[in-house]
């Protein structure tokens, strides 16, 4: 029987990366990425960010595990990563060139304005576009490589001696794995060097994102793990909500991306707390699935793979371009992300090279 929490809790995580991208895009606390904010004052609206980072990606990966571990109950190993490479492979490199070089051209917008790409032919200007398109991208890229790391752990354990192993756990030490949580974010380079490539690591995480989606197979795909969750919801809940305010309370205006902040005991604590809140709660209240839930289960993946063309551009444009008050910026900006990107999904699943090239969805799929 499908779990419908699972793809719940997996499409509002990708909704509340959405409205993410929008905050992150004009925040002002140093956060790589996006086009500045409005002034060095406070922007209150910023802590979005400090809520929802320490725990959404993370999630997604625990997700992703369990979600592994059921798939490859029913399917071989050969049918299972074929179905991988094309759905996260296939986007993450191939629709780089039909896609989201247009990301790219927003992302490397303020360079071209000046000049630094003007002795740059026109097709070496596509490809930086495409290599820039990245964004929220990563993610799949990462997965593929942790589904390799996957298969190898699965040829090593082959009587699946560790998955049996990890469904003892009690509830103190799910939460106590939380040690794990913190071990992972230590592993980034705390002063990362300019001409390096250190940068691109402390964003791609490996050995940190490693954890949870493993995690998420060896430990949370088990029906007790899952079932101590939900019983234990209302306490972890709490928990979290407390650590969270805290952390937030204490570190409002530092750059909640920093490694020295990532790796904070605080941070991890909550991060740690928030998923394991999350997973409860989902699986308690929200284990069930109607016409909407449906349709985002079928499209989350769709959307969040288009959704960032509409925040670079229409928050780029805005920007530089109109005399707009921020707030304006926000709704509008808000309003588009949400709108627009499941008709950008809509209008391009419906074409069969694109289809596959950018959402990694086979050409027979029905449209």
């Known amino acids: 029987m499908r779990k419908h929490w699972i793809d719940n809790l997996r499409w509002v995580t990708v909704l509340l990366v959405l409205l993410y991208h929008v905050i992150y895009f004009y925040n002002n606390k140093g956060v790589f990425g996006g086009i500045g904010g409005f002034g060095d004052g406070p922007q209150y609206q910023d802590v979005v960010m400090y809520i929802l980072y320490p725990w959404f990606m993370p999630l997604l990966f625990i997700l992703a595990g369990i979600s592994a571990r059921y798939a490859l109950q029913k399917h071989t190993t050969k ?38 790409f003007d002795e740059v032919p026109v097709i070496g200007k596509y490809f930086i576009c495409a290599i820039s398109g990245i964004g929220p991208l990563w993610f799949i890229q990462l997965l593929w490589l942790l589904c390799v790391v996957l298969l190898v752990i699965r040829a090593i354990d082959r009587k699946d001696r560790f998955w049996n192993w990890c469904g003892k756990a009690g509830i103190v030490t799910i939460i106590l794995l939380g040690i794990l949580f913190w071990a992972g974010e230590k592993t980034l380079i705390r002063n990362p060097r300019p001409e390096s490539l250190d940068g691109l690591l402390n964003l791609y995480k490996p050995l940190f994102y490693l954890i949870p989606f493993l995690m998420g197979y060896f430990l949370f795909s088990h029906e007790g793990t899952q079932e101590k969750l939900k019983n234990a919801w209302i306490p972890l809940t709490v928990c979290a909500v407390v650590s969270g305010a805290i952390l937030i309370g204490t570190t409002f205006g530092q750059d909640n991306t920093s490694p020295e902040y ?64 921020p707030w304006a910026m926000y709704i509008f900006l808000t309003v588009a992300v949400f709108t627009l990107s499941p008709l950008i999904y809509e209008t391009l699943r419906r074409i069969p090279f694109v289809r596959w090239a950018v959402f990694g969805e086979s050409s027979h799929q029905r449209s």
Request: some cysteine.
């Open 79 to 116: 049918e299972w990563f074929k179905a991988r490479t094309r759905k996260l492979l296939v986007p993450g490199t191939i629709g780089l060139l039909v896609f989201h070089w247009m990301v790219g051209y927003f992302n490397t917008a303020v360079a071209s304005r000046e000049g630094v």
């Open 262 to 325: 990532l790796s904070s005991p605080l941070n991890c604590l909550y991060g740690w707390l928030a998923c394991l809140a999350l997973m409860g709660w989902f699986q308690a209240k929200f284990d069930s699935t109607g016409t909407f839930a449906s349709y985002m289960t079928r499209s989350s993946y769709g959307i969040y793979i288009v959704h960032y063309l509409v925040v670079a551009s229409l928050g780029y444009m805005m920007k530089m371009y109109t005399e707009l008050p």
